[in-house]
């Protein structure tokens, strides 16, 4: 049972385009969800988040857009980088509980020169 | 103001031995989390400690698999008996608990075990 389902699997944008990256949610208990940036060899690191009382949370070239009453939400990188490529995974998890992270399968992002 | 730290990077088990996976949370951090990655998947929980109590082993394999968090020194993730399907990165993550919110989790380099 995968409680957060993450597309596309893979993408390619050129440099200084627009990544976008979806991701969708089953369990109505999440309440925040947050956005990790992998690199190789890494460890994930908090790259954005946000609470299901926003829509919108903007940091820098990076974005999350939240439809709770669809339940999803996306990360948008404005003029990506190369820098930017990377594999990116959204998750979510239960506020006050145990708060352990549901991950999606993440998405490999590869920015072109 | 170190992160969280993870060792061995590194680990290479054959069938059947033991494997130790440390991890030392950044400072001031009370609570300790343990994620699998296999190869092309997303992280998946195993279980989430704070010191010298498991609070969630809900993604804990029943058998081999075990971990602690005692009062004094790092954080084990022990698994015994080591089979091929072990072979993955072992990711540790800490928050600051104390209930607040959001209680951002931190992650650790990982240990990745190889098992022959």
């Known amino acids: 049972q995968q409680q957060v389902k993450q597309s596309p699997q893979s993408l390619i944008v050129q440099k200084g385009g627009i990544s976008i990256i979806n991701c969708a949610y089953e369990?109505?208990?999440?309440?925040?969800f947050p956005w990790y940036q992998q690199f190789p060899g890494k460890g994930p690191a908090l790259l954005i988040a946000i609470r299901p009382d926003v829509s919108e949370k903007k940091e820098g070239r990076f974005t999350i857009s939240f439809n709770k009453s669809a339940k999803q939400f996306s990360l948008h990188i404005m003029d990506s980088q190369p820098g930017d490529s990377a594999t990116y995974f959204c998750a979510a998890t239960t506020q006050g509980g145990s708060e352990k992270l549901v991950f999606g399968k993440g998405t490999k992002l590869t920015v072109n020169p | 103001n170190a992160g969280v730290m993870q060792n061995p990077r590194h680990l290479v088990r054959r069938r059947g031995q033991e494997a130790r996976l440390r991890c030392s949370p950044m400072k001031g951090h009370s609570h300790v989390y343990w994620y699998r990655q296999l190869p092309e998947e997303g992280l998946k929980f195993m279980v989430y400690?704070?010191?010298?109590?498991?609070?969630?082993e809900s993604g804990m394999p029943k058998e081999r698999f075990s971990a602690e968090f005692p009062k004094e020194g790092p954080s084990i993730l022990r698994i015994q008996q080591v089979v091929r399907g072990d072979s993955a990165a072992y990711f540790c993550?800490?928050?600051?608990?104390?209930?607040?919110?959001?209680?951002?989790?931190?992650f650790g380099p990982g240990t990745r075990l190889t098992v022959l």
């Open positions: 993550a800490s928050s600051p608990g104390g209930g607040r919110l959001p209680n951002e989790q931190f």
């Open positions: 400690l704070q010191k010298e109590n498991i609070i969630d």
């Open positions: 369990n109505t208990a999440f309440d925040y």
